[in-house]
């Protein structure tokens, strides 16, 4: 079981930065992706960014890619998306998510919400222009 609680969303003005943090609780192994998500209302959920726990290679969306980076603390169990210059067209929910079945590891796709087994709560971003 693995508990996930995201913070630091809040409103911010175009170019501006914010940093989301997600703190995992439960699961004490390391090698499995770990990833950032958004929803906009009336949208798909998307892959943001991607990493696996432990340290290793990042990926990102192409929309976010140079903008946006994805990090880990491994001694406080917490997972970031540092977000720079941001654009009205990133507002959205923003959750954390987990793949403890290893299945983006074993061949799935990390932007694929449908690989992940458990997702945090969300923490919103608003972007205004």
């Known amino acids: 079981q693995v508990h996930l609680v995201e913070s630091g969303g809040g409103s911010v003005l175009a170019g501006g930065s914010l940093t989301l943090s997600c703190v995992a609780s439960g699961y004490t192994y390391s090698g499995y992706f770990m990833a950032w998500f958004r929803q906009a209302p009336g949208k798909e959920r998307e892959g943001v960014a991607a990493?696996?726990?432990?340290?290793?290679?990042?990926y990102y969306a192409n929309s976010v890619k140079d903008r946006f980076t994805i990090s880990q603390d491994n001694a406080k169990n917490t997972l970031y998306l540092q977000m720079n210059s941001l654009k009205p067209e990133d507002t959205a929910m923003y959750y954390c998510?987990?793949?403890?079945?290893?299945?983006?590891?074993?061949?799935?796709?990390?932007?694929?919400?449908?690989?992940?087994?458990?997702w945090g709560q969300g923490t919103q971003v608003t972007v205004s222009s």
């Open positions: 998510a987990a793949d403890t079945g290893l299945r983006v590891t074993y061949g799935g796709r990390w932007y694929l919400p449908t690989e992940f087994n458990y």
């Open positions: 990493t696996v726990t432990g340290g290793g290679r990042t």
